[in-house]
């Protein structure tokens, strides 16, 4: 399967799943090679009609040479010159799914000629996609002030392989696609992360026999949010009426009674990460790039120089994921907590029954919170803001501000996988609480009962809780993404 792209319309969340995750290609159109064509040829009309034109990193030199004006022979040069001197940084690589998003984020900027790249080396980034294996690009050392460093490691190998004419590498290395396809991947993993913290935290609320009331529908109006009114509903379609028996004369804590308000909150951190992504992936953020004139003495049209290379919005929506992280991290400890404690939750102490002889067989719980605490403080680290940083990049000239959005990715995915041991380590918990009370596990969560009951042992076995914990989190995280 491949997928066809012939306009900037038709990269969308969907293909870039089918390539990111799926593995599939991508084909370039024929509406697409003709418009990279007339591209190409509108950069060589407007240098013949006006040779001392000035064009960043094409009649001039780049970064810090900017003000050097180029010989014609000097601009044969520079376009064969390989950026492998660019790829300075080093240290843990970006999983391939989020490497396969960037390259297809790559295509945005070709496809409808705004770049004037050759179509060869844009069929040869394309094409990429059909390898087993890309380059490898470090989440570590971005500190410049676009994404060079970055798409450097990706696009060296093809710029030394290919014969690249005038403008063809900044094509390659400029622009924001690694935002792109890093906003993109955070978006799709933090929708499939929504639907298993909401499938566990149902499963605490019936766990902890919490009182229908704070999933009335009616709140849903009052509170007048779409993501709430979701959170609402999808949390009593999980729960589907509970047992049936009674519950909880009383109000829960404020930890159970806020869940369909956090999930609400996650929810539209999610919604706007899906739109940044979908905005992003349809942006043309080539420096220069190609733009029309209604100046006579410009037939051809004319290349502005751009700030395009910084995408803001992509690190705002990030955080976001960050922040809803952190968040639900501190729900998954309290939940597990106060499950445990029987003085708040009416269940047994501890959830623990002593036989006829006094002993208690299942192993004690109480750990499982503490553990929770670290992944919860973990990820409030994290989720401190992005800004831009306060240090020059490269302390010189030009690039006097770097690039955090390879920050804000590494800091959602690590809040993420915090997030996922928080709610593998609570399942536990809440199917114990059932288990003795002896109360069944909604149906709508079957699923995640079946994968929690193959991987945690009958608590007679007093396992180790830790590597019991870790099992199901990679189990639950299989569900959220492709390893």
Known sequence: MTVLVETRADLTLEAARRVAWEGEGVELGATALAAMASGR????????????????GVTTGPGQLARKSLTP???ERWAGMSPAR?????????????????VLARLTNFVEGHSAVSPEIA????????????????TQGQGGAG????????????????????????????????ATGLVTDAALVAEGRLEIAARVFALSFEAFNAPLDHLDPALGDYW??????????????????GHGGDRRPYQAPVSYRILPRMLGQARRAVSLAAEVAAESLQAVTDNPVWAESADNDQPFGRFVTNGGYHNPH?????????????NLCVLAERHGAKLLDGTVSLLPDQLAVSDADGDTPRPYMGCLPMAQTGYEEEARLYAQATVLPGSESGGFGQNDVASPVFLAWSKQDRAGRCLDMALASLVPIALRALDITDRPVPAPLA?????????????????????????????????????
Request: aromatic share 4%; with cysteine.
């Open 147 to 178: 994404e060079i460093l970055s798409l450097s490691h990706l696009f060296m190998g093809l710029a030394e392989e290919a014969e690249p004419a005038i403008k063809d590498v900044m094509c390659l290395v400029n622009g924001s696609p690694a």
């Open 86 to 102: 660019i790829a300075a940084s080093w240290g843990d690589p970006l999983p391939e799914r989020a490497v396969r998003a960037i």
């Open 41 to 56: 040829e509108r950069l060589e009309r407007i240098i013949e009609h006006d040779p001392e034109v000035t064009i960043y």
């Open 224 to 241: 007048n949010n779409p993501h709430d009114r979701w959170a609402l509903g999808h949390l009593r379609e999980l729960v589907a009426g």
């Open 314 to 326: 992509a690190v705002l929506a990030m955080d976001a994921l960050t922040a809803a992280c952190a």
């Open 447 to 483: 699923g995640l009962e079946a994968v929690a009951r193959e991987i945690v042992p009958d608590p007679v076995q007093r396992p180790a809780f830790g590597p019991v914990v870790a099992a199901l989190a990679d189990a639950l995280r299989r569900d959220i993404y492709p390893s």
């Open 123 to 138: 069929q040869s980034v394309a094409a990429m996609l059909d390898e087993d294996t890309l380059p490898r690009v470090p």
């Open 73 to 75: 022979e000097q601009r």
